[in-house]
Nanobody
Framework: QVQLVESGGGSVQAGGSLRLSCAAS????????MAWFRQAPGKEREGVAT????????YYADSVKGRFTISLDNAKDTLYLQLDNLKPEDTGMYYC??????????????????YGQGTQVTVS
């Protein structure tokens, strides 16, 4: 079992920044994939970014490339997502996710086993 708890969401104006955190606990492994997903009202959940805990390689959805940065503090078992130059279309609930072993070629929720409860990001 893996437990994930997100924090750091809030309301900001367009062009602003936020930093989301996700604290992981439980049966986490040194080689796993962690990800951020988001879901806007009335829309399906979409993958935002992934990071491989074994080596730090990252992958971003085109919609956030160059504006968002995913990172990991292995010592603290904490995942981060730095959101810069935010746009109103970035509004939504942001979830962190975990799966064992490597990251998939696409950021799809079908590959991830555990999710946090989410943190809300609102951009006006």
């Amino acid at each position: 079992q893996v437990q994930l708890v997100e924090s750091g969401g809030g309301s900001v104006q367009a062009g602003g920044s936020l930093r989301l955190s996700c604290a992981a606990s439980g049966d986490t492994y040194s080689r796993a994939c962690m990800a951020w997903f988001r879901q806007a009202p009335g829309k399906e959940r979409e993958g935002v970014a992934t990071i491989y805990t074994g080596g730090g390689s990252t992958y971003y959805a085109d919609s956030v490339k160059g504006r968002f940065t995913i990172s990991l503090d292995n010592a603290k078992d904490t995942l981060y997502l730095q959101l810069d130059n935010l746009k109103p279309e970035d509004t939504g609930m942001y979830y962190c996710a975990w799966k064992a072993w490597g990251c998939p070629g696409v950021i799809s929720e079908m590959y991830f086993n555990y999710y946090g409860q989410g943190t809300q990001v609102t951009v006006s």
